[in-house]
T-cell receptor, first 112, second 114 residues
Framework: AQSVTQLGSHVSVSEGALVLLRCNYS??????LFWYVQYPNQGLQLLLK??????LVKGINGFEAEFKKSETSFHLTKPSAHMSDAAEYFC??????????FGSGTRLQVQP | DAGVIQSPRHEVTEMGQEVTLRCKPI?????LFWYRQTMMRGLELLIY????????DSGMPEDRFSAKMPNASFSTLKIQPSEPRDSAVYFC????????????FGPGTRLTVL
């Protein structure tokens, strides 16, 4: 079985502040992990993914995430938030033959 | 590549009418997914196909919903008869499983059932 939990349905940060969006997963086999972003009235687009190898993964727009097997986590971070980062972010896991399982999403608000 | 193409982008219909949503996946991708997104339930996987064969349709809400993939470049999601609670944004996504399972999403179809 596989599942994803995103802690915090809404996160608000100030422009220039650190962004931290939390994701914990459950998987009985080594997982592939993904972060997607959704801007208003658009589909989801991939920010970054972890498959194997280096546990610190860098993505687009300055985002990165670290796979921590011992903590079953894949938190998304960005050192300095920009107004354009305001969007909804989804963590997803794929394990074995199943399709991706998406978390419930975290809406990021960036205050000027 | 043009990405995943969905049509129509918006659909407004009356309760009881048949609705057909269309999707053209990215050329060369072997898996296709239909999702529904609402404020109340978030993003739900309805069905997915691998090599044009339905693999998991456990997310299809009820018999009013059906999906087909007659060939590698086209899929439809049909709702008959439609109900107001079917109002949502429906996304199609495709992936190339030989390249890490990343799903590419279309722009979605916003369905409103009156």
């Amino acid at each position: 079985a596989q599942s994803v939990t995103q802690l915090g349905s809404h996160v608000s940060v100030s422009e220039g502040a650190l962004v931290l969006l939390r994701c914990n997963y459950s998987s009985s086999v080594p997982p592939y992990l993904f972060w997607y972003v959704q801007y208003p009235n658009q589909g989801l687009q991939l920010l970054l993914k972890y498959t194997t190898g280096a546990t610190l993964v860098k993505g687009i727009n300055g985002f990165e995430a670290e796979f921590k097997k011992s903590e079953t986590s894949f938190h998304l971070t960005k050192p300095s938030a920009h107004m354009s980062d305001a969007a909804e972010y989804f963590c997803a896991v794929k394990a074995g033959r199943r399709a991706l399982t998406f978390g419930s999403g975290t809406r990021l608000q960036v205050q000027p | 590549d043009a990405g995943v193409i969905q049509s129509p982008r918006h659909e407004v219909t009356e309760m009881g009418q048949e609705v057909t949503l269309r999707c053209k996946p990215i050329s060369g991708h072997n898996s296709l997914f239909w999702y529904r997104q609402t404020m109340m339930r978030g993003l739900e996987l309805l069905i997915y196909f691998n090599n044009n064969v339905p693999i998991d349709d456990s997310g299809m809400p009820e018999d009013r919903f059906s999906a087909k993939m007659p060939n590698a470049s086209f899929s439809t999601l049909k709702i008959q008869p439609s109900e107001p609670r079917d109002s949502a944004v429906y996304f199609c996504a495709s992936s190339d499983d030989s390249r890490g399972y990343e799903q590419f999403f279309g722009p979605g179809t916003r369905l409103t059932v009156l």
